[in-house]
């Protein structure tokens, strides 16, 4: 017997966003349209909505992130929710403290709402599990396994700038695949919206074994690879969780598979540059491209507030509902 998907409730909504997988294109679409509402939130003087007044969100981060944590606070103090960020390296966590006893000690402090970044993959699945029944989990990175929030902002990003029909546009992943939990999230998100094509482009090192099964194209020669793309998403080389020498040097990487305006001269003309940062410049990009008319880099920071504003209030949209009745 399949077992129920905790992410979504008896009535189809979303409840927890661990993951793409188990989403459906109806709900990834929500998701995009509803990060579409709040997008024009911080261009008004007063840049919030009453949507979670009186809900409490914790940031449960163990992994250091600054983009990702700031936008999260940002998103949930615009939807007027109180926001409490735990610092895990000096907190009871740090001293011995189990993770449930740390969830419990939270939970008691009437929390509605846990945004959760670790290093090892799953692990805001088991929160999830482990959660009374009105507190929400917002997976924002674990591991290799997953980051659901950038995958959807990346996807609201391609959508502003090529429009709402995915299923035309070539897409191309450049970088780490085998150590990104970014990259298994854009490819499900790419092919739940039923994208044209998607291909990875990689050194064999850092290419998965049996990544074809997701439903890619796999080119090992960058400007083969460039050819004729409407979008290149550029990522990061993860070197923390890289073991062994999978790379001669950072030198040799750039030359091969750091993105040049000579090499992105293969893509179409229109061509859009994403990285969800930080960027290695010298590395995956030369500046040129990273600052240049082409890159939407920092709008791609932007649209991540609007997206992760989404995600909370969909997350919690039973319980505000209930309160309102009550």
Not at 81 to 93: E, F, P, R, T, Y
């Amino acid at each position: 017997m399949k077992s129920p998907n905790i992410q979504i409730r008896d009535d189809g909504r979303l409840r927890h966003f661990l993951s793409i997988e188990g989403l459906n294109y109806g709900l990834l679409n929500e998701i995009l349209d509803t990060a579409e509402s709040f997008a024009g939130v911080a261009e008004q003087s007063v840049k919030k909505v009453p949507l979670l007044r009186g809900k409490t969100i914790v940031n449960l981060f163990f992994e250091a992130s600054t983009r990702t944590r700031t936008t999260f606070e940002l998103a949930a103090k615009r939807l007027s929710a109180d926001v409490l960020n735990i610092n895990v390296d000096v907190s009871s966590a740090a001293k011995g403290e189990t993770l449930l006893d740390t969830l419990r000690n939270l939970e008691a402090m009437q929390v509605d709402m846990f945004v959760v970044r670790h290093k090892d993959s799953g692990t805001a699945h088991f929160i999830a599990r482990h959660v009374l029944p009105h507190v929400s989990v917002i997976n924002a990175g674990d591991g290799r396994h997953a980051h659901p929030t950038q995958a959807m902002l990346d996807m609201y990003t391609i959508r502003r700038e090529k429009g709402s029909d995915f299923g035309r546009l070539t897409v191309a992943i450049v970088g780490d695949i085998a150590h990104s939990r970014v990259a298994r999230s854009q490819i499900h998100a790419l092919n739940l919206l039923t994208t044209g094509e998607v291909r990875i482009i990689a050194p064999r090192t850092l290419v998965p074994s049996h990544v074809e099964s997701l439903g890619v194209r796999v080119f090992h020669e960058l400007r083969e690879g460039l050819r004729d793309a409407d979008v290149v998403i550029m990522l990061r080389l993860q070197r923390e969780r890289m073991q062994g020498g999978l790379l001669p040097s950072e030198h040799e990487y750039y030359q091969l598979y750091g993105l040049t305006e000579e090499k992105l001269s293969m893509a179409k003309p229109d061509v859009t540059v994403m990285h969800p940062g930080p960027i290695n410049r010298g590395v995956e990009m030369d500046s040129q491209v990273a600052d240049g008319p082409r890159s939407v880099i920092l709008q791609q920071v932007t649209y991540g507030i609007a997206v992760r504003m989404a995600v909370m209030s969909m997350a919690m949209q039973k319980k505000v509902a209930q309160d309102a009745d009550a």
